[in-house]
């Protein structure tokens, strides 16, 4: 751009009509704005309260981002954002539309956000996430990609848990309850305690753990990869996650007192490993049962039947992930 000079006296201007333009004429601005590069998926179902956080969120990432709304599975969606070249792409929700857009980008360039809106918001929680919207867009625009391992069953990607056996049921009666009252975290407790009250027995289980396998009977098993989560209930197993393993829990009960009172102390936290369930980690994980072809299983909250057996593995450094700040540091003093 031409930098301006200071005007001439009329007896120094040029004596013909071949005058050059004024020297303090500006070139017209360049209205052209850099194109997005975020992509933030959400539910266009959302209530007017989660409508109002993607408003905040929004605000802050500015014409950096493009908003596309998904109703059911937010795969296809997170798909499509791949192949239109986004590099990060936000995940708006809780944990289960965080595992549908993970279980999307997982071996692709694209990196995930995470901008939370559930209930618990286990996964977005581990990354060291701010639950305030407008932080947290400002902690993702800061942030930096990382590649962590995930977990898959039968080729689904799992971000905090796989739940079999009666935890399905919890979810569908948690599911209900929420449509009737709202969401909340007692009403979330108070549906798995009526779960339980209609415990038949347990059922027959075998595994396969890294080539052996054994044989349980249980009503309920954990397969666990956040280990916020397993802070969150007082559960040893953390050092498993950190491994790139599975943290494995059985339940040892097998009456509703006794599940009951399991609920309880998981609620606060004091689960005895001696008494209440059985961890086993491992690395690879086949899970089976006799005369069935599928089973119905819940995993970061979502329910779908899947075919049997399940079959688990890690998928190492399989997803990218935006790092706020703070956690981006913490990661790199632990590899240091």
């Known amino acids: 751009m031409q930098m301006p000079t200071a005007a001439l006296p009329d007896s120094a201007a040029p004596p013909d009509d071949r005058a050059a333009p004024p020297d303090d004429r500006a070139a017209p601005p360049d209205d052209r704005a850099a194109p997005a590069d975020i992509c933030v998926i959400a539910n266009s179902r959302s209530g007017s309260a989660n409508r109002a956080i993607l408003a905040r969120a929004l605000a802050v990432f500015g014409s950096r981002a493009v908003l596309h709304s998904f109703e059911g599975d937010p ?3 997170a798909e499509q954002a791949v192949r239109d070249g986004y590099p990060i792409v936000v995940a708006a929700g809780g944990d289960g539309t965080v595992a549908g857009v993970a279980h999307a980008l ?3 360039p694209a990196a995930l956000a995470v901008l939370p809106m559930g209930t618990f918001n286990y996964f977005a929680r ?3 996430t701010p639950q305030d919207p407008s932080a947290a867009a400002t902690a993702i625009l800061a942030g930096e990609p990382h590649a962590i391992a995930v977990g898959t069953v039968n080729g689904r990607v799992f971000l905090n848990n796989v739940a079999l ?3 399905p049921a919890i979810l569908d009666d948690r599911e209900a309850t929420y449509l009737r009252f709202g969401r909340s975290r007692i009403l979330a407790h108070w549906s798995a305690l009526r779960t339980i009250l209609r415990l038949q027995r347990p059922m027959r289980w075998s595994f396969v753990i890294d080539g052996m396998t054994v044989v349980r009977r249980t009503p309920m098993i954990f397969i666990a990869r956040s280990a916020y989560q397993l802070d969150q209930f007082g559960l040893a197993g953390t050092d498993a996650i950190s491994q790139d393993r599975f943290a494995i829990y059985i339940a040892r009960q097998s009456t509703r007192l006794a599940l009951l009172k ?3 102390r998981l609620m606060r936290g004091k689960v005895d490993l001696s008494s209440d369930v059985e961890l086993i980690q491992a690395k ?3 899970i089976d049962r006799r005369r069935r072809r599928s089973i119905r299983i819940a995993y970061d909250g979502e329910r779908e039947k899947m075919s049997l057996p399940l079959t688990f ?3 190492a450094d399989g997803l990218s992930v935006i790092l706020p700040p703070e956690k981006a540091v913490m990661v790199k003093g632990a590899v240091a």
């Open 284 to 286: 690879t994980l086949v």
């Open 262 to 264: 399991l609920a309880w």
């Open 313 to 315: 593995d890690i998928d």
């Open 75 to 77: 795969a296809p969606v």
């Open 106 to 108: 997982a071996g692709t």
């Open 165 to 167: 056996g009666l935890y």
């Open 126 to 128: 581990g990354l060291n």
